[in-house]
């Protein structure tokens, strides 16, 4: 007897691990552009592409019939028995968006903490240092390598750690950083033990804040006079997130090492570890690796991606949608009727984070009602941050329709919640 729909809900809510948490009820069972549709014949439209990874939206027909080619070719030509050559292709077409031209030597994995392991490894060879530098607020996944021993953080150029008002110029807040950056080189990690500085040039799990520029011109700066690495980790602002192919190209900073993930396979599983050939040929052969790396199928569809990318106008159609967004967040921002509960829109491109208020007669969690109400209303959305901060991840190929259907349903909800508070 087939079990029904509430059985088989309830079979899995008992046997998939309390860990994984969800902020929805049910079971989605189509994706299609910029909407998901449940069991129950919910059709919600989705504003965290799967935490910035559909950058295309769900099951983009020319990346999916790529990856569905390739399941008929080869699904799996393991990395140390030989070369597959969606693998190779990819290379190809990366060469071509890369930040800097250094960037030149590619290593494909599964996942954007899988990244971050191999660039800290990397980092360690090359150097024969053993210490981290991080932000705080950074996430970098979930694996131990990010959380171990060594590792030392300064302060984002984020006015909330510095306990500054909203209007502080970015630049102030760059010196402040530095200034902490050279606080902890001089008292806990000096220069001759530290491996790496690795940032996000748009902060992503701590709030969706740009770095300003001179942040990042004055790490290299103090990577260059230390031989210090620095690490940039665009797995969730990289590959049109902000606009730009990657979001580093705007302080003009060449990383030493290159961290990306997320939207490089619209969902097929695939990171990327990129750096100097100079540097990457004093690895042994055989020293990195892992049993799916660079996985032929995940490949074939990062292909498809950076193909789509160009051929679709996605950066222009990006930038035309931030637009639209941005000035429609300010103008919410500026309206009476929330009564002063939005404290900062931010962000660049269609990666953009609206903190609220704490205090005012507001509840402490005010972005999760808020959130809560959208879900209600038909859009998926997300929060982040240990402050009040929602965070948009559309697709970024998202159209003009949809970005103000989900922009309407957001300023509706921040509207009942504000006057019920």
């Not at 046997?15 to 552009?33: C, F, L, M, Q």
């Not at 620095?230 to 997130?241: A, H, N, P, S, T």
């Not at 569809?301 to 160009?310: G, L, S």
Request: aromatic share 8%.
């Amino acid at each position: 007897m087939q079990a029904t729909r509430e059985e088989f809900h309830a079979f899995g809510e008992k046997h998939i691990t309390k860990g994984v948490g969800r902020i929805t009820k049910g079971i989605i069972t189509k994706g299609e552009g910029s909407y998901v549709t449940y069991d129950d014949d919910r059709k919600l439209l989705d504003f965290t592409s799967g935490i910035g990874v559909t950058s295309l939206g769900h099951v983009h027909p020319k990346v999916s019939k790529a990856a569905a080619d390739q399941c008929m070719q080869i699904v799996h030509a393991q990395c140390s028995i030989a070369m597959n050559e969606p693998y190779v292709r990819l290379i190809e077409r990366l060469l071509t968006v890369m930040p800097h031209p250094t960037l030149d030597s590619f290593f494909f994995w599964n996942s954007g903490s899988e990244a971050v392991e191999a660039a800290i490894k990397m980092a360690r060879w090359f150097t024969g240092r053993q210490n981290i530098i991080c932000m705080q607020g950074a996430y970098h996944g979930r694996t131990f390598g990010a959380m171990a021993p060594g590792v030392f953080s300064i302060p984002y150029p984020y006015w909330r750690q510095f306990n500054l008002p909203t209007d502080t110029p970015g630049d102030v807040l760059a010196q402040e950083a530095l200034y902490q950056l050279d606080l902890v080189l001089a008292q806990q990690t000096a220069p001759s033990d530290t491996a790496a500085i690795i940032v996000e040039p748009v902060l992503g799990e701590g709030g969706y804040v740009a770095a300003h520029p001179k942040f990042l011109q004055g790490l290299r700066k103090v990577c260059d006079k230390h031989g210090i690495m620095l690490i940039i980790d665009e797995v969730q602002c990289g590959y049109g997130r902000t606009g730009d192919w990657f979001a580093i190209q705007e302080s003009g900073v060449a990383p030493d090492i290159l961290v990306i993930a997320k939207g490089l396979g619209n969902g097929f599983p695939i990171s990327g570890v990129v750096s100097r050939k100079e540097l990457t040929d004093k690895l042994d052969p055989g020293s990195m690796g892992g049993t799916y790396a660079g996985n032929a199928v995940a490949c074939a569809a990062a292909v498809a991606v950076n193909d789509a990318i160009k051929e679709e106008n996605v950066l222009e159609n990006v930038n035309r949608r931030s637009e639209q967004l941005f000035t429609a967040l300010n103008a919410l921002k500026a309206d009476p009727d929330v009564k002063n509960c939005i404290l900062d829109v931010r962000g660049r491109g269609l990666m953009v984070g609206v903190e609220f208020g704490k205090g005012d007669g507001y509840p402490a969690n005010l972005s999760s009602l808020v959130a809560k109400k959208c879900i209600e209303k038909g859009l998926l959305i997300l929060t982040t941050s240990i402050y009040e901060v929602v965070r948009f991840i559309p697709p970024l190929n998202i159209s003009e329709e949809d970005m103000k259907k989900g922009i309407d349903i957001f300023v509706e909800s921040v509207k009942e919640v504000a006057k019920s508070s």
